[in-house]
C-alpha cells in the first residue's frame, strides 16, 4: 500500500490543521495506522493512531484534547485533526501502517508516507 499525506501549511499558534493520509494500491482493512512527527533535531515521536475499524484510538500526552484521529474506509483515507496548535506541534508529519492493531512506536510501523511539514508561528 503506498501512502500520501497531505494537508501540512504553516498556521499561527491557535489555528488548526487537518492532515490526511490516503492509501493507494491496496485497503486499510486488517491495518492498524499511525500518526508520527519528526521535529528538526529531534527523534520521531508518536502522536496518534487507529485500527481499521476506528474503534480504537490512541494519543500522545501532549495532543489529547487538541488532536483527533478519524478514518474513512471508503475512502481509504486517515485524518488528524490538529486544533489549538502550539509552536511546539511544529514538525514534519508521517503517516504508516502495521498490520492488525495500533502501536506507539515508529519500529512497529512497515509502511510509512512521505512527509508533510507543519509549522505553527507564535
Known amino acids: 500500500v503506498q501512502l500520501q499525506a497531505s494537508g501540512g501549511g504553516l498556521v499561527q499558534a491557535g489555528g488548526s490543521l487537518r492532515l490526511s493520509c490516503a492509501a493507494s494500491g491496496q485497503t486499510f482493512i486488517t491495518y492498524a495506522i499511525g500518526w508520527f512527527r519528526q521535529a528538526p533535531g529531534k527523534e520521531r515521536e508518536f502522536v496518534a493512531a487507529?485500527?481499521?475499524?476506528?474503534?480504537?484510538?490512541y494519543y500522545v500526552d501532549s495532543v489529547k484534547g487538541r488532536f483527533t484521529i478519524s478514518i474513512n474506509n471508503a475512502k481509504n483515507t486517515v485524518y488528524l485533526q490538529m486544533n489549538s496548535l502550539k509552536p511546539e506541534d511544529t514538525a514534519v508529519y508521517y503517516c504508516?501502517?502495521?498490520?492488525?492493531?495500533?502501536?506507539?512506536?515508529?519500529?512497529?510501523?512497515?509502511?510509512w508516507g512521505q512527509g508533510t511539514l507543519v509549522t505553527v508561528s507564535s
Open positions: 487507529i485500527s481499521w475499524s476506528g474503534g480504537s484510538t
Open positions: 504508516a501502517t502495521r498490520n492488525f492493531t495500533p502501536r506507539t512506536t515508529a519500529n512497529e510501523y512497515d509502511n
